[in-house]
């Protein structure tokens, strides 16, 4: 076998459909996009030689416009690419439909904070010497039809391997394919195999040279988080030549390319991305040895400017250990309470001059914001009014706050909006509720700080991990959460937060789940809220210490690098 010395590799090549990067660049749309932002973050944090790359997306993904009924409607959420970017040399070129399409790279660097940059590659084929189709190729997240997306998907895998190795990074690489988007990066691996060996025809040895250069991480248990494309489709974009090459090397599966099976085929180390999720992995892709790593959120990115001036006084190493955050056990309760209230007036103002409602800092407030999909069921707290009102009425007043964009063809997630707007009618000011527009980073992070409980209520096991929960726990804001994804670990009940139902699925979940909701609402968190502020705040401590100081991408990305990136081999 061919030796893989850890000592030779040398860069990482993280490849992303979507990364969140900062605010005003607009090239993701939820989860996946913001965990990318995150491990390169937590990458250059750490010194880790990693590159990131993924495409421009001028057009960026949505925005989000609701109307009284709660009816959503998009407009482009365009961006300059030219202001924020280094634009490179080189120009590579990708075969669609055999016609060339000539495809350049802009440059982000993402700066840690000891100084070690780690460079971000945004793939455009905004070139004059492009169709004008084709020049549209990287204007849209999640735009466009099969035919499009399997075009984006060649420029991003097979484009970025072209654009790294014009860049210059010719040494021995490990590419790390955040979910399978990126998987026909594999396809131009093997190609590149069997042209450098004069091979004719793919071996299994070679299947398995690839196998020793890539990572694979699989985010979603919902099978419409798969991408399939149909055979006709793949050779008509890919050729022939192209298509028979992934048809001998098996990846051809009930008559169509499903990219999870493409990058699981070319995967030497393949996770899920929480412990739970790994499991759930392993009985979908029977025959895979399916390894865990839990998701985490970049520390110094989602904490709030007040919590995160409490631990530089109380714990200043946090910033460049985050492990550090298991010492907030030491910082007094009254100096939580206040971190947090200052974090919450923030929200209340941000709530006041969004929509012009004016929330009382005194209230319980629920915090509840994610894409807007079925599967995430925001409707959950509206499915007994009555009792909802009965219990605001008795054991306190409480308000909620929501956010979240559905994808503009997800008509479930769209009638999930306007069941959230019909519920908050219904309640009118007995529980107010607020749904903010066009929720992004920028708004994440002031509502996961602010709110004193965050509601999480997913169908299980669809949550693969979940990442704003995490958010929340940073800024001493507990859970309040159905058992999944990565609630399943940092949960300790009546600790760090409350669970939600117990841990088993069944066919009377949605109302098992609801009852178990309310009950805890009304009976555990509310008097506690109201009548034990102290305990609250020593929860909201626990969340901290024991969830903050371990649901971090600086923890996440080391056990990429011991498990994955450069295992130690004997
Ligand atoms: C953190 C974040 C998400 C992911 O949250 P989940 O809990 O995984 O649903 C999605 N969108 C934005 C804007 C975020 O900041």
């Known amino acids: 076998m061919q ?28 989860g996946l996009g913001v965990l990318a932002g995150d491990t390169l973050r937590s990458a250059a944090d750490l010194g880790v030689p990693l590159v990131g790359v993924t495409l421009i997306y001028r057009k960026g993904y949505i925005r989000q416009h609701l109307d009284d009924q709660g009816n959503q409607s998009e407009s482009p959420a365009s961006w300059n690419p030219e202001d924020l970017l280094e634009p490179m040399e080189p120009v590579v070129t990708v075969s669609l439909e055999g016609r060339p399409v000539q495809v350049r790279a802009w440059r982000y660097p993402v700066r840690g904070h000891s100084g070690h940059t780690v ?10 010497e492009n ?6 190729l990287t204007d849209h997240l999640y735009g466009g039809d099969d035919y499009y997306r399997l075009c984006q998907e060649v420029v991003l895998g097979m484009g970025g391997v072209a654009m790294l190795s014009a860049l210059g990074f010719r040494d021995r690489m490990v590419y790390h394919l955040n979910e ?15 042209q450098a060996g004069g091979a004719s025809a793919v071996s299994e ?27 006709e489709l793949v050779e008509k974009v890919l050729g022939r030549a192209r298509a028979d090459l992934l048809k001998a090397s098996h990846c051809c599966v009930n008559g169509g390319l499903n990219m999870t099976h493409l990058a699981l085929r070319f995967a030497g180390f393949i996770n899920g991305v929480a412990m739970r999720h790994g499991e759930i992995s392993t009985g979908m892709f029977p025959g895979y040895p399916i390894d865990a790593v839990t998701n985490g959120v970049h520390a110094a990115t989602w904490t709030s400017r007040p919590c995160a001036d409490l631990f530089d006084r109380r714990i200043p190493e946090w910033r460049k250990d985050n492990f550090y955050l298991r010492y907030a056990v030491g910082i007094s309760l009254p100096e939580i309470t206040e971190a947090h209230a200052q974090a919450k007036r923030a929200l209340l103002d941000e709530v006041e001059r969004r929509r012009g409602v004016s929330l009382p800092e005194s209230v319980l407030t629920i915090g509840f914001a994610r894409r807007a999909t079925t599967y995430k069921r925001p409707d959950l707290l509206f499915s007994d009014l009555e009792r909802l009102r009965g219990m605001a009425r008795q054991g306190g007043p409480l308000q909620v706050i929501y956010g979240g964009k559905a994808h503009p063809r997800d008509e479930g997630g769209k009638e999930m909006i306007r069941r959230v707007f019909q519920g908050a009618a219904a309640l009118g000011d007995a529980v107010r509720v607020v749904y903010l527009e066009n929720y992004d980073m920028a708004l994440g992070k002031i509502l996961c700080a602010g709110v004193d409980l965050w509601l999480n209520t997913p169908l299980r096991p669809q949550e693969a991990s979940g990442t704003s929960g995490m958010k929340a726990a940073l800024n001493g804001v507990p859970s309040f959460s159905v058992l999944d994804g990565w609630w399943v670990e940092g949960h300790v009940e009546h600790v760090t937060g409350w669970a939600i139902g117990d841990d088993s699925a069944g066919p009377e979940e949605y ?15 509310l008097p506690l809220y109201y009548g034990r502020p102290e305990a609250y705040a020593r929860v909201r ?3 901290i210490a024991l969830n903050g100081s371990f649901f971090n991408t600086q923890r996440m990305v080391s056990q990429y690098v011991t498990n994955a990136y450069f295992p130690a081999r004997e």
């Open 541 to 543: 401590r626990y969340a």
């Open 131 to 136: 169709s004008e189709w084709d020049r549209t």
């Open 119 to 128: 460079p971000v590659f945004f793939l455009d084929t905004a070139l004059p």
């Open 3 to 30: 030796a893989a010395s850890p000592s030779s590799v040398t860069t990482v090549a993280y490849f992303s459909m979507e990364v969140g990067l900062s605010p005003e660049v607009f090239t993701y749309s939820g």
């Open 180 to 194: 399978g988007h990126s998987a026909l990066l594999a396809l131009s691996l093997l190609e590149s195999r069997l």
């Open 205 to 231: 040895a070679d299947v398995e040279a690839v196998r020793r250069q890539c990572v694979f991480t699989t985010h979603t248990p919902v099978p419409a988080g798969h991408d399939k494309f149909s055979w």
């Open 511 to 525: 109302s098992q789940d609801a009852a178990s909701m309310y009950d805890k609402l009304e009976r555990v968190i």
